[in-house]
């Protein structure tokens, strides 16, 4: 009786401290998770990645665009002739330059993949890869580039507006523009002739070539003229990380 109270007794303060790390551990992971799913499936489920990420840039965006609200007002108000005269020549530019909301008639342009079951019989049959049945970057770029040449006034990717730096990329099965992931389908719109835009995309060698594709394996091409189409300004940094001097004539390209 002796050892066995001597055995409970040494116990208690065992027991108090694994309850006090237990519980260490559970509001450790109630913040850490801040109200989310800490399981592995939710944090590689490429979805749930993509609307966080989204939202994240969004929120970035929204506080970049404020920012620069404020220095344009900042500046607006200093009492400098030369200032208010490289200020008149700013606001000029703005609207060639994609910092202006624009607003008119124009075409939308939308691609997207082979469909999952096209995609698996073909790939299977060996007739072409995965790689060949999927919207790439460079099939996006092709349709930008064209209806630069249309004379468009202004082109937006997924709603986002494009300007002189804009970047698109490849990652995974996704395209990333301005650091947000995007999933098909793609939609290019453009403000300009509509006539004149579409015969630009006619034109195009490039997209030649993915018709053809298109057209054996299914990925999507569709064109919608539009007697009114809406533009937001960009909003988002101009700052460059490096830059290279292009050939002649290739001002508009993305590339």
Same mark, same amino acid.
């Given at each position: 009786? &002796?050892?066995? &109270? +001597?055995? =409970? +007794?040494?116990?208690?303060? /065992?027991? /108090? /401290?694994?309850?006090?790390?237990?519980?260490?551990?559970?509001?450790?992971?109630?913040? *850490?998770s801040d109200g989310g799913d800490l399981r592995a499936s939710s944090v590689t489920d490429l979805d749930t990645v993509l609307l966080h990420e989204k939202g994240s840039v969004d929120a970035l965006q929204a506080r970049v665009a404020s920012l620069n609200d404020q220095v344009n007002q900042l500046t607006g108000s200093v009492p400098d002739r030369r200032v208010s005269r490289v200020q008149r020549k700013v606001d000029k530019l703005k609207e060639a330059a994609g910092f202006t909301p624009l607003e008119g008639p124009g075409l939308t342009v939308t691609?997207? !993949? @082979?469909? %999952?079951?096209?995609? !698996? *019989? =073909?790939?299977s049959s060996g007739k072409a890869t995965a790689d060949e049945l999927v919207v790439h970057q460079q099939d996006i770029q092709a349709v930008v580039n064209a209806l630069w040449t249309g004379g468009a006034e202004g082109i937006? /990717? #997924? &709603? #986002?507006? $494009?300007?002189? =730096? =804009?970047?698109? %990329?490849c990652v995974g099965n996704t395209v990333v523009l301005h650091g947000v992931?995007?999933?098909?389908?793609?939609? $290019?719109?453009?403000? &300009? !002739?509509?006539?004149?835009?579409?015969?630009?995309? !006619? #034109?195009?060698?490039? $997209? @030649? @070539?993915?018709l053809t594709v298109a057209n054996a394996y299914q990925l999507g091409w569709q064109v919608d003229t539009s007697a009114d189409i809406a533009m937001p300004a960009y909003t988002g940094t101009t700052e460059l990380s490096h830059a290279t001097v292009g050939a002649a004539g290739r001002k508009h390209r993305t590339d």
């Open positions: 009786m &002796g050892s066995g &109270g +001597r055995w =409970t +007794r040494g116990w208690r303060p /065992v027991a /108090v /401290v694994v309850c006090f790390a237990a519980g260490l551990l559970f509001a450790t992971s109630a913040l *850490d691609l997207s !993949d @082979a469909p %999952k079951e096209v995609l !698996d *019989d =073909t790939v937006t /990717v #997924q &709603g #986002q507006r $494009i300007i002189s =730096t =804009t970047g698109i %990329k992931p995007y999933s098909p389908p793609y939609r $290019i719109s453009a403000i &300009g !002739d509509p006539a004149a835009l579409q015969r630009a995309l !006619d #034109q195009s060698t490039y $997209i @030649a @070539a993915y």
